[in-house]
T-cell receptor, first 113, second 109 residues
Framework: KAGVTQTPRYLIKTRGQQVTLSCSPI?????VSWYQQTPGQGLQFLFE???????NKGNFPGRFSGRQFSNSRSEMNVSTLELGDSALYLC????????????FGPGTRLTVL | GIQVEQSPPDLILQEGANSTLRCNFS?????LQWFHQNPWGQLINLFY???GTKQNGRLSATTVATERYSLLYISSSQTTDSGVYFC???????????FGKGITLSVRP
């Protein structure tokens, strides 16, 4: 089986712009979660989608949003980018989402200038 | 929410040495995972171990759920074992993986 894929792998944006990141889960997995990793805050949970419904959301401002499509692919969007949004964004998929093993993609490294 | 603490924060080993990495968590968990983050940032699954003991080659892990800790053992370490090791706990109440701050392992030749 192919693993979790994320596109793009690298992205450079300027303050005020918006960005959309994409994640394709492992075939058959219906849960997709997003995490942000920064040197200062470590790995933090953004949100989880299961069968196109957001099941849980982390403590991030409304500029961060996401969605999941019927084929389980997910996108996350960050609007009005700030310098502090520079981070590695990781996506994980799971067959159940409820405590099942999670598998991570290679990440998207976002740099905001 | 659940707190996950890893120790020690940094570990330097000579190639061939053994090591134990510890993960303490503050609440009952449905899932406990260990990851190795490669130099490009990807989290590589090592163990899914909410309880009990598992082994995979030179690596093994034990989770004692009743005492709220997990241990990752690395035997006969190699330079390729270098990197950051994370444990992450999942509770039904939070419905998310909560990560520790990671342990940076350096294995010197």
């Amino acid at each position: 089986k192919a693993g979790v894929t994320q596109t793009p792998r690298y992205l450079i944006k300027t303050r005020g712009q918006q960005v959309t990141l994409s994640c394709s889960p492992i075939s058959g997995h219906r849960s997709v979660s997003w995490y942000q990793q920064t040197p200062g805050q470590g790995l933090q949970f953004l949100f989880e989608y299961f069968s196109e419904t957001q099941r849980n959301k982390g403590n991030f401002p409304g500029r961060f949003s996401g969605r999941q499509f019927s084929n389980s692919r997910s996108e996350m969007n960050v609007s009005t980018l700030e310098l502090g949004d520079s981070a590695l964004y990781l996506c994980a998929s799971s067959s159940t989402g409820s405590g099942g093993e999670q598998f991570f993609g290679p990440g998207t490294r976002l740099t905001v200038l | 929410g659940i707190q996950v603490e890893q120790s020690p924060p940094d570990l330097i080993l000579q190639e061939g040495a053994n090591s134990t990495l510890r993960c303490n968590f503050s609440d009952s968990v449905n899932n406990l995972q260990w990851f190795h983050q490669n130099p490009w940032g990807q989290l590589i699954n090592l163990f899914y171990i909410p309880s009990g003991t598992k082994q995979n080659g030179r690596l093994s892990a034990t989770t004692v759920a009743t005492e709220r800790y997990s241990l990752l053992y690395i035997s006969s370490s190699q330079t390729t074992d270098s990197g950051v090791y994370f444990c992450a706990a999942y509770t039904g109440a939070n419905s998310k993986l909560t990560f520790g701050k990671g342990i940076t392992l350096s294995v010197r030749p």
